[in-house]
């Protein structure tokens, strides 16, 4: 340990290890007995205080707080409906998704098929860059292509372009659910068990692009390039051929004629649905006086 003292300027310099202190030598004389309370009461006072009590303290740790929990996910917000059609189903009015097939009432709201298909799953099938000229140079936006469905005669497809990827997936998912079709499902010999083909042949065309969906013997499986495939899995098909001609690297393409051939399932009858059926009222024309009361669920 090392000391130096200085008389001149009263200053004491202490060395101890590798810490050096600084310390002045306080006067004994000329010293006002108010500025030692004063400095007393300001070191023994808590820091911050302003003298509020324990306002100014805390306030920094309390906005902390809070804006890290604005900063969580927020909380889904309940749905409101905006359309006739999801004023009914939130009242409970109707029943299924094939009420509204039955009368073919349009979907605006995707929420409607979140209620009804609550085991939809969507895959993003392809992002591709898309570029426009302008003046100014290219304008390059994300494409996106959604498939939906709960593999269990329910399927739909969403495309859409935006300046960012999460935001045209988003998009392409809403317009996936407000496309979603019925698909009817059929055997190829005998009806036993479950259905698990097509009822009958059918073919889709999109661009250049022709596919032909055909029904198989049970256990043969999905016979169909990557994207088809995926498409009748979502759609609940267990079995099927299919064929196609054009253009068909344009997976585009190639999932809009699948997806038309598909919707195509119910356009044919086959003679066990030609029985008569009694004419029921559409839900609008049935509820039309709650409808009219303006009540909101």
């Known amino acids: 340990h090392l000391e130096i003292t200085s008389s001149p300027r009263n ?38 205080g302003g003298g509020f009590g324990s306002r100014g303290g805390d306030r920094g740790r ?6 890290g929990r604005r900063g969580g996910k927020s909380e889904e917000k309940e749905w409101q409906p905006v359309t006739k059609l999801g004023r009914l189903v939130k009242a409970g009015k109707i029943q299924s998704m094939e009420e ?43 494409k996106a292509i959604v498939l939906i469905g709960d593999s269990e005669g329910h399927v739909g497809l969403g495309i859409k372009t935006s300046k960012e990827v ?37 073919s889709g065309k999109c661009g250049s692009v022709t596919v032909r969906l055909i029904p198989a013997p049970r256990g ?4 169909a390039s990557p994207a088809v495939k995926r498409l009748l899995q979502l759609a ?23 997806f038309v051939a598909v919707s195509n399932t119910y356009g044919f009858l086959t003679p066990n649905l030609w029985k008569e059926t009694k004419l029921i009222r559409s839900p609008l024309e049935e509820y039309a006086d709650t409808l009219r009361e303006g009540k909101k669920y």
């Not at 426009?132 to 994300?142: D, E, H, I, S, V």
């Not at 009817?184 to 009958?200: D, E, K, M, Q």
């Open 62 to 67: 309390g906005r902390g707080r809070g804006r």
């Open 220 to 223: 043969t499986g999905l016979v």
């Open 236 to 258: 609940g098909v267990d079995d099927a051929y299919t064929s196609s001609a054009g253009s068909t690297k344009t997976l585009e393409n190639t999932l809009k004629a699948t």
């Open 166 to 202: 999460a935001t045209a997936i988003r998009a392409a998912i809403i317009i996936a659910k407000l496309s979603v079709i019925p698909v009817r499902r059929g055997y190829w010999g005998t009806n036993l068990g479950l259905p698990h083909s097509l009822p009958t042949k059918e």
């Open 11 to 48: 200053t004491t310099t202490r060395l101890t290890g590798a810490a050096v202190f600084h310390s002045r030598a306080t006067p004994t004389s000329n010293t006002h007995p108010r500025r030692h309370k004063m400095a007393d009461r300001g070191a023994s006072a808590p820091r911050g």
């Open 100 to 142: 509204i097939y039955l009368h073919s009432l349009p979907i605006k709201e995707y929420q409607i098929v979140d209620f009804f298909l609550p085991k939809l799953k969507d895959e993003v099938m392809k992002i591709k860059p898309v570029q426009k000229q302008t003046r100014a140079g290219q304008r390059t936006r994300f």
